[in-house]
Nanobody
């Protein structure tokens, strides 16, 4: 059973960096693609980044491209989101999710994901 737990969110000043971690506490060791989404107050959840099981050619939302980097350590059942150059508009609850398939056409859609974590709050002050 996949049990995703996010950590690393906190308050940071604009221009700062954070690294979010998503661990599979269930240690299911399945070959899922992984994604990060975020939801700001009074806004819909939006796609941030996704990475294949093999870790190659990650995919990013245009709003974070060049600033955020997704990576994974399959031996540790862990996925990371390195966030640099943070902006106030990056403020949101960040969720990681696991998907059994990865296609460029669908990986940004939250309904494609099978498992979700509880989220970690990121706040960026101006």
């Amino acid at each position: 059973q996949v049990q995703l737990v996010e950590s690393g969110g906190r308050l940071v000043q604009a221009g700062g960096s954070l690294r979010l971690t998503c661990a599979d506490a269930g240690r299911a060791r399945t070959s899922y693609a992984m994604g990060w989404f975020r939801q700001a107050p009074e806004k819909e959840r939006e796609f941030v980044a996704a990475i294949r099981w093999g870790g190659y050619r990650p995919y990013y939302a245009d709003s974070v491209k060049g600033r955020f980097a997704i990576s994974r350590n399959n031996a540790e059942n862990t996925v990371y989101l390195q966030m640099n150059g943070l902006k106030p508009e990056d403020t949101a609850v960040y969720y990681c999710a696991a998907a059994s398939t990865f296609t460029i056409a669908t990986i940004m859609h939250d309904h494609e994901y099978d498992y979700w974590g509880q989220g970690t709050q990121v706040a960026v002050s101006s």
